[in-house]
Every structure is written in structure tokens, then in C-alpha cells.
């Protein structure tokens, strides 16, 4: 790839003394594993460019499974993330580093991301929407079709007011059994319009989610999860409880 294009890095690593290890996501070619040469090194122009959130111009070169990173420009200051939103950001980047295959076009996927880092920085309000609608998107461009305005047994329109279980592969089916794969007809709703007005749409989505995607993360756990885990404090008992 001899031109310029847009990315992020996902991910970086050191590699031999002076050099860093990167997955990157590009616009035109998804993820993409490059090799930044004397990136670490003291006088590496790219040294405060190469990192997450940062919005680059890049240029790499090479056949195989690893390219040579050629050029990489900052093109504004990286978005700002803090606290909660950078576990956020942290998550997502994982995220397509573990469920994206190396080089295969992601464009509109790109700008999904783009808005959810960038809706993330902007700091206004939970940060729950932004992650299960970037999350939603993402199964969409990995093929996995859902119907979730259909019952999957007859065919028929959900009812806002009906429970539905999940079944992989399948889809939802109307079920008097009320349990973790559950969801009312309202909840489905909200999932195939990525609005989600209240708490209890918000967990359903969440819910849905992790069930969806864990297929293809496998049974290794996320890191930036453990992470997150640990940055919430926990919570004090209430002292009417005490």
C-alpha cells in the first residue's frame, strides 16, 4: 500500500530495542499488522504520534503478514479519553483486535469507530450507548444477521409486550421462560433501532451483546475488561444495610 490513508493505532508493542510493533486500523485495509522501525528510538519523530486515539496519515510497504511502517503523520491531537471513556476506548480497540482478520476492508466500520471514540472524548453522559451501538454495528459487518423485529418461530411481528428467547444462529423465538437469554419485545425494539431510551433497554442491549459476540472472541478474556474491573471502586454498603 503505496499511498496515504487514514488510521489508528489499536495496539502497540515493543520489538527488538529501538522498534514498536503495531496493529493498526485503516480506512481502506482493516486491520493491519506493521512494524514501526527505530519508532522508540530518542530521535523518532513518530514516537508521540504512534499511540491510541490519535487520528494518523499513514504509509507502509512489504508482502507480508507484517508490512514496514514508511510514514505516519498526526493529523490533530489525539482524542481526549480519561477515566472511564479511556477503559471505554481501551475496550472497543481490543476488541477489533481480537474479532477483525488482517487486511480485509472495514470501510464503513472505520467511521462506526470514529464516531464512537469520537462520542466517547466528547464526555456528555453514560458511555453505555455509544459502546453497544459501536457494538452492534460490529456484528453487522462480521455477517451476523439477526432479525430482531421477527419471531424466529413463526415469522411473525414481535409484541412489545411478549418474552423472546435467543437462540444462536437462529434468532428470537416467543418462550414463556424467563431467564439470562430473555428478552421482552421492547427490549428487541430498541436493539434494531440502537436507541435505548432507559436502564433496562441499555442492560438488555448489554446482555445481547456479550451473548453475540462471544463466538467470536472465544473463551479468552478480555484485558481491558479486568482493567475496567478494577478501575471501578467498590461500592461502599448503604447504612441502612450495615
Known sequence: MEGWQRAFVLHSRPYSETSLLLDLFSESEGRVR????????????????????????VRWGGRGEVKTLRNAEAVSLALPLSGITLYCGLYVNELLSRVLEQEIPFSDLFFDYLHCIQTLAAGQGSPEPALRRFELALLGHLGYGVDFLHCAGSGEEIEETMTYSYREEKGFIASLVVNQRSFTGRQLRALWSREFPDADSLRAAKRFTRMALKPYLGGKPLKSQELFRQFIPKKKPDAAND
Open 34 to 57: 506493521v512494524l514501526a522501525k527505530g519508532a522508540r528510538s530518542r530521535r523518532s519523530q513518530l514516537k508521540g504520534a504512534l499511540q491510541p486515539f490519535t487520528p494518523l496519515l
